[in-house]
């Protein structure tokens, strides 16, 4: 960030009086603009014991699976995104059933919230965002080619929970990806 968005003028980092991280700071109005986690939102659209996987058009991790999601928009609530992003990835209309996963991203700043859904018919398409779009069972998921370690590690409860009959809400921290990691 170079410029305010209150008043253009320019900014600098610094710790403001009371806090504790740097900040950008207007040297002007005295703005301070805090950078905060961006929310993911999406869901597990289910069919019939069969999940509905998206491939990626678009980076991050092109041609690899995933279910729904994507970023949250202002003024909309994080059940109502994972309903919004299923529809723009794979033309698909949900149920939301309640919420599932909660995971902390911190070297992205992102945290991911992931939803239990259910599809309302199987009309679906791949949107823009997706080359394709399909229902798979479990023992069908493409893992090694899952382009998120939070798909994988909600994949793996869902089924889990699935086969108990029980599906708690699941939170945790994930770090980077091999494919994410510095040298």
Known sequence: ???????????????PEGDRLPRHV????GTIHYQNPR???????????????????????RGFWTLPAGFMENGET???AAARE???????????????????L?????VHLLYRARLLDTEFAAGEE????????????????????????????YFADRSRGEFPVHTGEIGPAPWQRRE
Not at 39 to 61: D, K
């Open 1 to 15: 960030m170079k410029f305010c968005s209150s008043c253009s003028a320019p900014v600098i980092v610094q710790i």
């Open 26 to 29: 207007c040297i002007e109005c």
């Open 39 to 61: 929310i993911v939102a999406g869901c597990i659209p289910e069919w019939q014991g069969r999940v509905l996987l998206c491939r990626r058009a678009i980076e991050p991790r």
């Open 78 to 80: 994080t059940d109502a």
């Open 86 to 104: 299923t529809f723009e990835e794979a033309c698909a209309r949900v149920e939301i059933l309640g919420l599932y996963t909660l995971y902390s």
């Open 106 to 110: 911190p070297h992205i700043s992102q």
């Open 130 to 157: 997706s080359l394709e779009v399909g229902l798979y069972d479990e023992a069908r998921i493409p893992w090694d080619e899952l382009a998120f370690q939070t798909v994988r590690e909600t994949l793996r409860h």
